[in-house]
């Protein structure tokens, strides 16, 4: 069964460095997302991404945030200069159709020292 | 802005009991979903839920939704310790446009022996 799949599983970081979150959707979906989770609280929406430009972002996605589909397989979340409370585990989910169950990646647990 | 409120956030529970867990949201919405995480893992899908008076049943678990009240329930039958876990319910309230999951706060459960 085709599945969302992420890397790495764990990324940790120095303050003010650069992270990429990689992501390699369902191969037929066309719609991306990103989730975050802040641990032991509840999944955030971060950003939906279709046609190759943003749908929606919420206030947490913020200029330090970008994302990507830098060919026809990965789509990235990028932040730029990383925060302590960036810390979370972050979650990249695909649809085939818009509103379609959403099924999600195994997760990329970020540690920001 | 949509707010989803679950109740209770932890529950635990004997083996072979019933119980249910309750998910309230804020707006109108026709479609919502329940999932599944265990602990560091990423959030399975078991239920989406179309409209006003939907039930949706796998094997232990069953799902409804009534859209007048904004209410979903969650009910699990003759609990068994392999149902430990934390269960979401997620809102989608975005109708002709990109998903955007708004998710409650969650519930775990813990089934003891």
């Not at chain 2, 083996?15 to 309230?24: A, S, V």
């Amino acid at each position: 069964e085709p599945e969302v799949t992420q890397t790495p599983s764990h990324q940790v970081t120095q303050m003010g460095q650069e992270v990429i979150l990689r992501c390699v959707p369902i191969s037929n979906h066309l719609y991306f997302y990103w989730y975050r989770q802040i641990l032991g609280q509840k999944v955030e929406f971060l950003v939906s991404f279709y046609n190759n430009e943003i749908s929606e972002k919420s206030e947490i996605f913020d200029d330090q945030f970008s994302v990507e589909r830098p060919d026809g397989s990965n789509f990235t979340l990028k932040i730029r200069s990383t925060k302590l409370e960036d810390s979370a585990m972050y979650f990249c989910a695909s649809t085939r159709t818009t509103r379609a169950t959403q099924y999600f990646g195994p997760g990329t647990r970020l540690t920001v020292l | 802005e949509l707010k989803v409120e679950q109740n209770p956030l932890f529950l635990s529970m004997q083996e072979g009991k019933n119980y249910t867990i309750y998910c309230n949201y804020s707006t109108t919405s026709d479609r919502l979903y329940w999932y599944r995480q265990d602990p560091g893992k990423s959030l399975e899908s078991l239920f989406v839920l179309l409209s006003n008076g939907a039930v949706k049943q796998e094997g232990r678990l069953m799902a409804s939704l009534d859209t007048k009240a904004r209410l979903s329930t969650l009910h699990i039958t003759a609990a068994v310790h392999d149902l430990s876990a934390t269960y979401f319910c997620a809102v989608d309230d975005r109708p002709g446009t990109a998903s955007k999951l708004t998710f409650g706060t969650g519930t775990r459960l813990q089934v003891t022996l």
